[in-house]
């Protein structure tokens, strides 16, 4: 199976450019966020230190850009595999390629931090979940794109959760 690889606007999920072949590719797509992590490839165009394309390797860079990119895999039949949020990206070119490593959408919330406080009791776990996630996507990110639907909630749960405090605090003691 032939792989191709995508860097997409993290906002709007438009398909910025086909990235090159990517090499040591690992991935994994889960409900709870999958892992990638694969190295772009530059040493073609830094080869020559006199004759270096710098301009080639700052938007070969670029597009992957942590908190600005997405990365999307299609396979041969052009079915997407999955799209994962690039978190950091090596600063070096050494050894031809440049590294990066991401988790996938269902991961992001995790990472951001609240803005406000809330505090739920005996109320739709479903609807919690829907105003977290409303949050942690259009909170700091007013131009994404983001549908969420609304969905019948047949268990209860108290919630609470203080301002600056993690979507998941309790993972991360």
Known sequence: MRLRFWA??????DVVAELPALSDVSFSSRFDG???SGRVPVEA?????????????????????PGLRTIAVTDDSNR?????????????TSGGAVTIEGVGWEKYPSFRSLHASY????TGQMGIAKTLL?????????????TIPAVAS????????????????????
């Open 8 to 13: 997409c606007e993290a906002l709007s999920g």
């Open 34 to 36: 999958g892992r990638f």
């Open 45 to 65: 165009l830094t080869r020559d230190r006199l004759g270096v394309d710098w301009t080639e390797v700052s938007r070969r860079v670029g597009l992957v850009q």
């Open 80 to 92: 997407l595999l999955g799209e994962w949020l690039p978190l950091s990206r090596g600063r070096s």
């Open 119 to 122: 505090d739920y009791t005996n």
């Open 134 to 146: 409303t949050d942690a996507f259009l909170g700091w990110n007013a131009g994404m794109q983001l």
């Open 154 to 173: 047949t268990v209860n749960r108290d919630f609470k959760r203080e301002t600056r405090t993690c979507y998941r605090s309790e993972e991360h003691t």
